[in-house]
């Protein structure tokens, strides 16, 4: 319970977009009951970060409790301390909300930054595009696709809100450990509930990288209120027996385009290894998945294309975007007549890694360790201290390496 507290964890985030739908659909557009949150002066316990929610809870009437911390703002005894908290509390119980709303306090020593979220609210705004990168990848592409796409929607006419945040430069260590990728996840997520706040009629699309994909994929499967109309997938680190067809029925996810490259070795490689020792990583960008069909779809409003020439960013490059485009705004997906790229077979080196994958892991595992045996060994020789020093050096090398690369 403890961990499921944290900023953006699933509990959190479905608590703050069904709040959003509450609002959202409140009979006769009438506000919902007035939410006032009192703040101890002296709250030791809860961080002044973690009282506000700007987005969710930027209706909320915020008001000041002095001399008072976690446990205290409880207290209503008959000393002065204790009969000031008494009269904040009555108040906040009979007051009427205009009266309560004058003695209202900015939660947030940011008040440019508290005025930008109130008054970021759009109602034209009906679609919006996420474009998120991938591992080892600063993501400056992803503004070049969400632009593209905002200049496709004009003339239908479609205005188009992008969001191209980044996670920043996500290593290979750091992306094989579980809880560094579920922080990106909840990351994600966060970035997601603003814009559903700002853009509360708008469908969302996506388009995603490598890591991206798997982002999107993990959050559908514990995020029940996300919802997204049409979504693209390139390089994609998904399992490939992932079940798309549940996510249609609970209308999380109305269309998918997923790239099948020629010569993605690497999701052949490192994903692809994992999902085979049970994993949630995948190989959805080297084998497809396998509720699609190949050339076509399994499913309706699902896709795949196979054969893109390239590796693990192959769907991304520039003569590609216009099917991306296409796909997203007017739900076409890519028809191999008349477009830019002509199918090609996966490369044998490729296919050959992707069944060799679990033991070519393995084999690095075991020629980093046997590199450290030996070390340890041609090292002993010159005594306990710089052995130890020796080894300590290998480690902190092959770690370094790992988490840069």
């Known amino acids: 319970m403890i961990f499921q507290t944290r900023r953006g964890t699933p509990f959190m985030t479905n608590l703050r977009l069904q709040w959003l739908a509450m609002e959202k659909k409140a009979p006769g557009g009438r506000p919902l009951v007035p939410v006032i949150q009192l703040l101890g002066s002296i709250d030791d316990i809860v961080s002044p970060d973690d009282n506000l929610d700007l987005v969710t809870g930027r209706n909320f009437i915020y008001m000041d409790v002095p001399f008072s911390g976690h446990k205290s703002i409880l207290d209503l005894g008959d000393d002065p301390k204790g009969s000031t908290r008494k009269e904040i509390l009555r108040a906040a119980l009979t007051k009427p909300e205009e009266v309560l709303r004058q003695k209202h306090v900015l939660p947030t020593d940011e008040p440019l930054k508290f005025q930008a979220v109130v008054a970021g609210k759009n109602d034209k705004v009906k679609d919006v595009i996420f474009v998120i990168h991938g591992i080892r990848d600063k993501g400056y592409w992803t503004h070049k696709i969400a632009r593209r796409v905002q200049r496709a929607g004009r003339p239908i006419p479609k205005i188009y809100s992008s969001e191209t945040s980044t996670y920043g430069y996500f290593a290979m260590l750091p992306f094989i450990l579980s809880w560094r990728r579920r922080d990106k996840m909840e990351w994600l997520m966060d970035q997601y509930v603003e814009a559903v706040a700002q853009y509360p009629d708008a469908r969302f699309s996506f388009v995603g990288h490598s890591n991206g994909t798997h982002l999107l994929a993990k959050a559908l499967t514990v995020y029940k209120a996300c919802r997204f109309d049409s979504v693209v997938f390139a390089g994609s680190v998904v399992r490939h027996d992932f079940d798309w067809a549940s996510l249609q029925r609970s209308q999380q996810v109305m269309r998918i385009l997923n790239y099948v490259a020629t010569r993605d070795w690497v999701v052949a490689i490192f994903p692809g290894a994992f999902e085979k020792f049970g994993s949630e990583l995948g190989s959805a960008g080297h084998n497809g998945f396998r509720q699609f069909k190949k050339g076509e779809s399994g499913i309706p409003g699902f896709h795949e294309v196979w054969g893109i020439k390239g590796g693990h960013s192959a769907a991304l490059v520039e003569e590609n975007w216009n099917d991306i485009t296409d796909f997203i705004v007017q739900g076409n997906p890519p028809q ?29 595992v075991a020629l980093l360790v046997a590199a450290g045996w030996g070390l340890w060994h041609w090292t002993d020789r010159l005594g306990s201290q710089p052995q130890i020093l020796a080894m300590g050096a290998y480690v902190w090398a092959v770690l370094t390496i790992l988490t840069k690369v």
């Open 336 to 364: 191999t007549a008349g477009r830019s790229w002509i199918p090609g077979k996966r490369c044998w080196f490729a296919v050959a890694a992707g069944w060799l994958a679990p033991l070519l892991i393995v084999g690095l």
